[in-house]
Each structure stands twice: as C-alpha cells, then as structure tokens.
C-alpha cells in the first residue's frame, strides 16, 4: 500500500512535542505509505506552523482558518488576520482551503450566535478568494448544512460524524465526506452507514491526528500512516483492492484541495 493522502492533521498538537521533526521527517520521507499530508489549521499560531512546514516540506500541503472552539476568544482584528495568513500561506503556493472552520454544539459553554458569526465570515471569504473550505461539524448538522447551502460553498465535512442522511444532503451540495480512523472502531455502524451512501469519488481519508487512532492503535497518539486500518474498511466495504482506494481517495483529495502535480 502506498499514495495516502492524509487531508486532515494536526502535527502543531504538544503531543508532538517530544519528537515532531522526527515524526515528520517519517511520514513525509521517502518510503513512506503517505503521499501527502495537509495540516488543518485551528488558529494563528497553527496557520503559522501550517506555512513554515509547507516551506520545509515538499508534500506538505496547509489551509488557514478559526476553528469554532476559538470563536468566542477571537481577538478583535481576527479578519485582517486571517486576510495575512491566507496572504502568507498562498505565497508557498501550497493553500489548499480556508480551515478548520464550522460549528461544534458540543459543549454548552461555547456561544452559538457568535460561532455563527465566525463561520458565516469565513464562508464568505472562502468564496471571495474561490477557495473550498474544511468544516467541522459536531452536533451540529442542521445549521452547518443550512449555512453552507445559504453561501454556495464547497469543499469537504471533515471527521464526518452524521448519518447517512446527512452525507447524502452534503453530497448533493457537491461537498466531500472526509472519514477518520473512527470507520474502523468496533462501534462504527452509523459511519458505515453513511460511508455506504459516499461514491468513491467524493471520499477523502484523514487522521484528524494525534487524534481518532484506529484499532489496533486505539488511545495511542495517531499518525497519518494508520491510515492504512481505514483504507482497509473502505476496501472490504466497497470491494475494491486497498491500493485501488489509496489511489482514488489521493486523486480526490487533489481536486478538492485545487493540487495539480
Ligand atoms: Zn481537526
């Protein structure tokens, strides 16, 4: 197996701490299983990190965006910040979308006016630069959607955690369902579900690392290699070989992202 493309990570996470450059040098070096990574970035410090490796590193690939955990702690100047990021990042010539941006109800302490807000603004910008955007989405499918259709956007629910129902009214939109080591956790039927009703090509692959580890990795720090477990279920479900959805997932992940190599 090889050409993974990993179109959702988080090496900035201090789980990486101890060893990053080391964990880097392995996933991205040569004889790896992994093709190409792309770094979803949460905030400032993440976009930075996201445009220094996209620099370093030829098949590392970033977006730039305000995650939905940090919208009622924005500073006040976050838009010209996120116009300098994107400014930043499309000067690598690596930008692939505007991200991680969307709405996460999670919790009940966050502020779900303001999270609107953040999103609708990012939505908004997305299309002004004609970039797609990488959406988080936790228990908040309805109005993800709803906003998304009401901007036209496109690009790709990551981490998808819907049902079937969902996937199918993202794939309408034209959007992409991006799927996490959790499609090979032992109590995945409702993403199997839902990876039932995905054409091959409008799936992407992604660790959302260090978290989401896949048995047998399961509660270790994840890396874009254990994908591998995933590809594996894809394959058995939709009976092709795992190289076949290796290479498929990596042409999609291409288009969505705007990659022309
Ligand atoms: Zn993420």
Redesign the pocket.
Known sequence: MNNIFDT?C?YDDHWFDEDRQEVLDRVLGDGSVVSFVNH?A?DEASALFGIENAKKYRNYYTSVGF?PEFASVLPQDWEAKLAELYEKAKATGKLTAIG?IGLDYHYDGYDRDREIEVFEKQLVFANEKDLPVIV?SRDASQDTLDLLKKHGSRGVI??FSGSAEVAKQALAMGFYIGFTGVLAFNNAKKALKALEVVPMDRLVLET?CP?MAPPPFRGQRCESPMIAEVVKVVAAQKCLTEQQVCDQTCENAKKLYGIEL
């Open positions: 959702h988080h979803a949460t995650h991680e988080h990551h981490c959302d978290y």
